[in-house]
Nanobody, 126 residues
Framework: QVQLGESGGGLVQAGGSLRLSCAAS????????MGWFRRAPGKEQEFVAA????????SYLDSVKGRFTISRDNAKNTVYLQMNSLKPEDTAVYSCAATAVLGLTLITEPARYNYWGQGTQVTVSS
């Protein structure tokens, strides 16, 4: 069982930056593939970024490539999402997710994740 808790959301002007953190409980964090998803008002949940167990492989939604960076610190049981050059269309509730995997698997489908945080609100004003 893994418990996830996000932090770092808030209100920022367009062009600004935020860094989201997702802290995980337990001693097996390094065995989990991690991902970030978002849900904007009135829209379906959307994949944002994923990272492999070691952190050596990553994947991004096309619209955030070059602006967002996912990373992890397995010693701190934490995954991060650095968001730069934020746009109003990035406004959403951002949630992190985890699932145990073998090897260097990247997971972009939300249905394949077993554990979810409660989310943190990111609001980008124009």
């Amino acid at each position: 069982q893994v418990q996830l808790g996000e932090s770092g959301g808030g209100l920022v002007q367009a062009g600004g930056s935020l860094r989201l953190s997702c802290a995980a409980s337990g001693r097996t964090f390094s065995t989990y593939a991690m991902g970030w998803f978002r849900r904007a008002p009135g829209k379906e949940q959307e994949f944002v970024a994923a990272i492999s167990r070691s952190g050596g492989s990553t994947s991004y939604l096309d619209s955030v490539k070059g602006r967002f960076t996912i990373s992890r610190d397995n010693a701190k049981n934490t995954v991060y999402l650095q968001m730069n050059s934020l746009k109003p269309e990035d406004t959403a509730v951002y949630s992190c997710a985890a699932t145990a995997v073998l090897g260097l698997t990247l997971i972009t489908e939300p249905a394949r994740y077993n554990y979810w945080g409660q989310g943190t609100q990111v609001t980008v004003s124009s």
